[in-house]
């Protein structure tokens, strides 16, 4: 069964604070991605990866930056976490080309 | 170009009722459509999918429906039930583009029991 799992489900933190949110998946899956979920805006691609250490910017990668160090594992890193960047945060994978993303269950981060 | 408006924004339907969730795009490159659908508390995970290359696709009480002339797609839910209330998504992508989806602004349709 296909697992993609996401650090925390919930995580409160101040403003000014870097914020790490890790992503693994167990399907040995080329493409990694990252999202985020506002109400009314859908979802929005913020970084993307091909590869391992491969990094593509998305829609919105404004305050956001990514590290993909190994296949299975793909993180998202807030460098100084604002009030704006307040959301519900989607990890995906994908084998090559136009197939099926498989979601994390999410993260919701709250900034304060 | 790149984007994918998804209406409406949220949808009652009572059960047994037809859902009608619509979606248009520009970019005429685009050559996957899926759908998704999203539980609250989880991710969302691929209902159904479409290329242009056939106008509708049916599994179970679940359509798809693709007019590629306008540059429109829509996802039908027959005899609606309780347990189809979630978050739909549209979305589409290119060749190009490998992986990468642009995804619609999302339904959140209701079904009342």
């Known amino acids: 069964d296909v697992k993609v799992t996401q650090s925390s489900r919930y995580l409160v933190k101040r403003t000014g604070e870097k914020v790490f949110l890790e992503c693994v998946q167990d399907?040995?899956?080329?493409?990694m991605f990252w999202y985020r979920q506002d109400p009314g805006l859908g979802l929005r691609l913020i970084y993307f990866s091909y590869d391992v250490k491969m990094k593509e910017k998305g829609d919105i990668p404004e305050g956001y930056s990514v590290s993909r160090e190994k296949k299975e594992r793909f993180s998202l890193i807030l460098e100084s976490a604002s009030t704006n960047q307040t959301s519900m945060y989607l990890c995906?994978?994908?084998?090559?080309?136009?197939?099926?993303?498989?979601f994390g269950p999410g993260t919701r981060l709250l900034v304060l | 170009q790149q984007q994918v408006k998804q209406s409406p924004q949220s949808l009652i339907v009572q059960k047994g009722g037809i859902s009608i969730i619509n979606c248009a795009y520009e970019?005429?490159?685009?050559?996957?459509f899926p759908w998704y659908q999203q539980f609250p508390g989880k991710g969302p995970a691929l209902l159904i999918a479409i290329r242009p290359d056939v106008s509708e696709k049916k599994e179970g009480r679940f359509t798809i429906s693709f007019n590629k002339s306008a540059k429109q797609f829509s996802l039908h839910i027959m005899d609606s039930q309780p347990g189809d209330s979630a978050t739909y998504f549209c979305?589409?992508?290119?060749?190009?583009?490998?992986?990468?989806?642009?995804f619609g602004e999302g339904t959140q349709l209701t079904v009342n029991p």
């Open positions: 995906a994978s994908s084998p090559q080309g136009p197939e099926t993303q498989y």
């Open positions: 970019n005429t490159a685009f050559d996957y």
């Open positions: 399907m040995d899956h080329e493409n």
């Open positions: 979305a589409a992508s290119t060749q190009t583009s490998g992986s990468r989806l642009t």
